[in-house]
């Protein structure tokens, strides 16, 4: 009996404080129950010097006061929450918050103070100050039935907003199924935002179309801005340093609106749209610029995220002006595929001006259901966007074949235009040159008819001359004609079924057979000729090497081979270093080069200066000559 009598009287204390009795608020919480948020149960105590330990704060209870009539002085301050807890059996407790950036939680057992247990969170915390199975945001507890816990949390929020003590306590079955429901919808998304940047980014790597790279920021952007405000962007790159990490959480949030409106300045081509409008479109985006900039120095040097939010808050005023203001002016001059990106813009301003207002009358809170929201839009914003972009291709694609086809057709009627211009411009230039061919014709005749009459008539006059001086002069013109009938004969196209050319060495041997005839005497005379049989002489020069040649057999059967039993000639044409070079020789008598100027050798030097040549006459077992003449081909 007196053993059960201080079983009840602790039994009627513990009752006593259950019941507030002592004016603080005791948790008696059921694992079976849903989640209990612990701020109404709060005691809360402001360190605004920020030297207490829990030991002190856990042995002065003056120090707290009732959290509903709890007003703040600083809002970096660090703030103590105090409460008792007990369960009815044993429980793998949850104790989850959301914002801040530091936590510590100290649990006592039975005011065993030297006992208690230590744990660290909070979004700036880094990883090794972490307990396994603990997170940034929450804490895992086994809490034993009967056992009267204090709760302590110290509570510091760096990033200047209100302070919230969102404490929640749950079951950890409960939290960790729900947590995994959460993260399994935010993988989906994310996963879902990824493939939409690598098609973008593929999209735009097939067509070089400029606009995807802008989109591609957008998405990309916002993408990052919602892994950077869950846990994934800080635990994989920033364990150690989460500040850093969060300081890319607008940094994101920028890219993605400079992507954006970049976007819109240049897929609709504003510039030659309205000029105004393409200005203040500059402006909207150098002033994202400066907002970034300004916005992560803020927060880098200062920690004031909430003043950078109402910085962005109060710039996103002139975007969403410029992304209204844009689509109404312009509406009318906006094709189908362009107003996919207005209607993306409008779902973008709906969302920015919901978030805005929200944002200004609760503050952090609406980061709760931010990401899944700005998951949800930006999808929906990109998807719009790629139908219009995509769609913009389509249709250039067709413009491309349209115009292209017109330009065939016009190229073919050019064609056809050129092919008849052509046909008539053929038929004039063939009856021109066939009145020119009978023209030449024509006119060759006549030469040759001409040429044939003065041969004829010289050669009838030389029987009846009496005088050798002047039977010498008739034979020479006479050879010197024949030469003239040989190259007309031989060398013009007219007369050699169309050649240009025709053998040196058969055009030289004529000429030598005619002279022989000519100058004909009792003692034969040797010719011989070494020319090579596929040098070929172009009309143009061959009157002049033909008189040339001719003038020299004249010469040498004339005045050479008066005293000479057995007269020969040589005559040798060959190709040297591009230069064609002419040997002839007699065995005759020889002359005397420097006194002679006879009208044969005059002509010589004449024909062999319209050849561009060079000569040299000397004695030496005869006469011989040496010519010297550029290319004659």
């Known amino acids: 009996m007196c053993k059960v009598l201080p079983s009840l009287f602790v039994s009627f204390l513990i009752s006593l404080l259950n019941l507030n009795l002592f004016g603080q608020t005791a948790i008696v919480y059921d694992s079976g129950r849903d989640a209990l948020s612990l701020k109404p149960y709060f005691e809360i105590f402001e360190d605004d010097e920020r030297v207490n330990t829990y030991q002190t704060v856990f042995i002065n209870p003056a120090l707290f006061s009732a959290i509903h009539h ?51 969170a909070g979004a700036f915390r880094p990883i ?59 993988l989906w998304l994310q996963g879902a935002s990824a493939l939409l940047v ?23 952007g916002f993408h990052f801005y919602n892994i950077s405000q869950t846990r994934y962007l800080i635990d994989w790159f920033f364990p ?19 992507g954006l409106f970049t976007l819109l300045v240049d897929s609709w ?52 002006s410029y992304a209204i203001s844009t689509p109404i002016i312009l509406w009318k001059k906006l ?45 929906i914003v990109v998807l719009l966007f790629l139908t219009g972009l995509n769609a913009r291709l389509r249709q250039n694609e067709k413009d491309r074949m349209r115009y292209l086809n017109e330009l065939n057709l016009l190229q073919k009627h050019q064609n056809e235009l050129l092919e008849e211009n052509v046909a008539a411009r053929t038929v004039e230039l063939e009856q021109r040159n066939q009145r020119i061919e009978t023209l030449m014709n024509e006119l060759n005749h006549r030469v040759k008819n001409n040429l044939q009459l003065l041969y004829s008539l010289n050669s009838l006059q030389l029987p009846s001359v009496a005088t050798p001086a002047t039977s010498h002069i008739l034979k020479d013109n006479i050879a010197r004609i024949k030469a003239m009938m040989l190259v007309n004969e031989s060398l013009n196209p007219i007369y050699n079924k169309g050649e240009k050319a025709t053998s040196l060495k058969d055009f030289i041997a004529e000429i030598v057979t005619h002279s022989k005839k000519m100058f004909a005497s009792q003692t034969p005379t040797a010719i011989k000729l070494e020319i090579d049989q596929n040098l070929i002489l172009d009309s143009k020069v ?11 057999i004249t010469n040498s059967f004339k005045h050479a081979f008066i005293h000479e039993p057995n007269p020969k000639i040589c005559i040798r044409i060959y190709v040297e270093n591009q230069e064609w070079n002419m040997w002839y020789s007699d065995n005759g008598t020889g002359i005397n080069t420097e006194k002679v100027n006879t009208f044969g050798l005059t002509l010589i030097k004449d024909l062999t200066r319209q050849l561009k040549g060079t000569f040299n006459a000397f004695n030496e077992n005869g006469l011989q000559y040496s010519f010297t003449f550029p290319n004659l081909t």
Request: hydrophobic share 45%; glycine share 4%; aromatic share 16%.
């Open 70 to 120: 709890f007003k703040y002085k600083k809002k970096n301050n660090d703030f103590w929450l105090k409460t008792s807890l007990m369960v009815k059996q044993n429980t793998n407790a949850i104790i989850s918050f959301k914002h801040l950036t530091h936590a510590e939680l100290f649990l006592i057992e039975n005011g065993a103070i030297e006992k208690a247990i230590v744990r660290k």
């Open 128 to 186: 090794n100050d972490i307990t396994k199975g603990d997170s940034r945001f929450h804490f895992s507890l086994e809490l034993l039935p009967n056992i009267n816990y204090t709760l302590l949390i110290k509570s510091t929020h760096t990033k200047q907003y209100d302070p919230v003590f969102d404490f929640v306590l749950s079951n950890r079955d409960d939290f960790v199924g729900k947590q995994h429901q959460r993260e399994l919808i935010d």
């Open 198 to 220: 690598l098609y973008i980014f593929l999209s735009w790597f097939s067509t070089r179309y400029r606009p995807f790279i802008w989109l591609m920021l957008f998405a990309l």
């Open 240 to 258: 150690s340093n989460p500040q850093k990490g969060w300081l890319l959480v607008q940094s994101f949030l920028h890219l993605g609106l400079f």
């Open 269 to 320: 081509n504003i510039k030659e749209k309205n000029i105004k409008l393409y200005r203040y479109g500059k402006t909207v985006i150098i002033s994202i610029i400066i907002i970034a900039i300004t916005s992560l120095f803020i927060n880098h040097f200062f920690s004031n995220y909430k003043l950078s939010t109402q910085i962005n808050i109060i710039f996103s005023l002139i975007f969403i």
């Open 335 to 379: 094709d189908k595929q362009e107003r996919y990106l207005a209607y993306g813009l409008g779902l973008y301003v709906a969302a920015t001006t919901f978030f805005n207002i929200t944002i200004s009358l609760w503050g952090e809170q609406l980061y709760l259901v931010t990401p899944i929201v700005t998951k949800i839009i930006s999808i």
């Open 542 to 552: 061959g009157l002049s090497l033909g008189l040339i040649v001719s003038e020299l």
